[in-house]
């Protein structure tokens, strides 16, 4: 299907992110946080949490509100300051032979592993980044996939990613965006029957929480330990555990589940808007925005900074280059607005 490995070396910006593409006065295609957040409700209850803060964190509440969320046992997760924190301790406790991330994705994993001194090998998969299990070396002791996957927005089946679960491999699935998807068919993180399965999940995209640091990890009690005893003590703040606890409510997934729906309309529109004006968008998107390929796109990404858009480059996640863009999905009347920015440029 045209996958191949690489050995990787450092060609590309790995620590490069969407927030570093904004600056004050420039509208926002570029950071996958859903707009109008945090919710009042959410904010009004983080802010009630500063009375608590002479008070060392308790986990114990949010860990319980994501467990039941998850149909898991409270044992089974473990809460992490964002998903970056997550991918940090996991390259802090493992020791892989042969570790292989498939791309283009998140460049977190690939980064933190590298910062441990860990040997990392990269699956680039071609447009459009649909994954084959057989292409996975069945050596590989630790796999690293996001599903739906940063930067490309394809949504893996379930059944696809469970394949490369086995005894002896870390099976690393970082479901950032699994939100996004109405019901979420294809997350695995109920799933407590797959060897070496780790979940990764994050409050920040849906919920507006970036700078709150909130997330979460889903593992099998014993890799929950160690990967508990190798992060700092109260390494998650009061008021980022009152958020995992109250964004893990019936409520809150409700809610998320309702503006995931409305977020599939103005995806489908958006990306049909884009395709008439003659971009490439990655079909069948599952996430906050779209990936688009452009030629000489990286000169119509500094078009759109002088009319006063931001969108994200392609160029620092490996597989892509600099004909690529991602580009968040907005409400419609915004994503009407930068259709307009387009079609005047090109």
Known sequence: MGEHLVAPEPDVDLRHHGDAEVVPGLLDFAVNVRTGTPPPWLAER????????????DPGPARAAVAQRHRR????VLLTAGAAEAFVLLARVLRPRRAVVVHPQFTEPEAAL?????PVERLVLPPDFVLDPAAVPADADLVMVGNPTNPTSVLHPAATLAALARPGRTLVVDEAFADCVPGEPESLSARA????????????KTWGLAGLRAGYLLAAPDAVRALAD?????????PALVAARECSTPHAVAEADAW???LAADR???????SGLGLRVTPEAAASFLLVRFPGAHRLRADL?????AVRRGDTFPGLGTDWLRIAVRDSETNSRMTRTLAELL
């Open 114 to 118: 590298r910062a441990a001194g860990h």
């Open 73 to 76: 046992d409270p044992g089974e």
């Open 46 to 57: 983080i802010a009630a949490s500063v009375g608590d803060l002479a008070a060392y964190p």
């Open 305 to 309: 900074r002088d009319r006063g858009i």
């Open 193 to 204: 029957d797959l060897p070496g399965l780790v979940v990764i999940r994050s409050l920040t």
């Open 230 to 238: 190798a992060q700092p003590l109260w390494s998650v703040s009061t």
């Open 268 to 274: 489908a529109g958006f990306a049909a808007a884009l």
């Open 260 to 262: 995931a729906r409305r």
